[in-house]
């Protein structure tokens, strides 16, 4: 566990250590198992933006010495995007942009031009990676099995049913629910070798392994990738589009206005290439600045080093919650290799979103409670029907069905999940009480 650098590693964020109030009146340290949502914040990327103000000026819109500056600073960071992805710009494009939600909705405004092309995505898939593809296009969706993991198989099967009409294949990287991993390399094989387009929706996975865009074998490529920097420990709202810059050159920009253009003329207009002619508006500098300092601090700790930490820390808490009485667990408790660090459950006889307030107010113990942005594939997991997901919306009685949800960060401890594993049987062997 980082040879017991667990506790050096906290002291990398702001405000882990700053207590807040639980039942009683007393302060606590909290315990923070919501990292999925977002991230506490690296110490180094608000010492970065501070650094960062002192030059701070225009993007590309000025000679000034701080414009000059800031506008350097900010084709760094793209730069610096295109070296870590291993997306060399001669091929693709950096655009910056708000957020993960954001990005998918550029690519889909910016990519479909006919409601006869086809998009393959997924039930596994975060709102954001479903709904906006959704009445623009044909969309196909791959289901999942038993355990809640991609039945990759139906992959093949309708790259051959659609017979070359499949133009893109939009896919989560890693479940924001189960935290299971898809295999991008035997995925992206697969869509190439019929000829359509992969899109990744990177948000929950960038933080946790490392992802490249290009390989020595082509056919492993990426051709899009989507992810945002709040979930890699840097605020500031910014995330990026890395993907093919053809796609973007040969069409015009979802978003338009200043920044975009090389003329504009009285009854017409010739754009710039991209990326500048897809980022419109003042560019978010200190998103950008953030985003990449907060990478630098991940790749200063080591993906191994985070990758081998998280997984002792969710065998830890997977081998604890089998053995407490009146838990529910979803995906596979057995085999999880595949899982990043995340698990959901329920709580027999108390409601979910109740688990997560008892777990915060005696322990102040934050974890997210509920859907997730992903009802299809959380529907799946309860076994519920559509009607029987809804039947709250029509009748009053009734709550919204959903999950408890504990994902995990760099600087979490075993500790921690003791303390989670030991509340959560007190709640369970007290359920009379709430």
Known sequence: MFNGRVDKLRDLFIGLDKKVPILGGHKVIPINFDNAATTPVFKQVINKIIEASEDYGSIGRGLGQKSEFSTAVYHECRNFISDFFKAPLDKYTIIFVNNTTEGINKLSNILITSKYDVVITSRMEHHSNDLPWRNKCIVDYIEVDNNGRLKIEELEEKLINYNGKVKFVSLIAASNVTGYVNDLTKIAKTVHKYGAKLIVDGAQIVAHKRIYMTSNQELENIDF??????????????????????YFNDVEPDIKGGGTVEAVLDYSEIWLQTPEKNEAGSPNFFGAVALVEGIKELEKIGYDKIEKHEKEILSKTLEGMKVIPKIINYGDLENYEDRLGITVFNIEGIYNAEVAKILAEYKAIAVRQGAFCAHPYVRRLLHLSDEEATAYLTNSNLKMQGMVRVSFGIYNSIEEVNIFLNTIEWISNNISKF
Do not use: E, R
Request: charged share 5%; proline share 5%; net charge positive.
């Open 225 to 246: 990738l989507v992810f945002s920097a709040h979930k890699m420990y840097a605020p500031f709202g910014s995330g990026a589009i890395v993907g093919l810059n053809t």
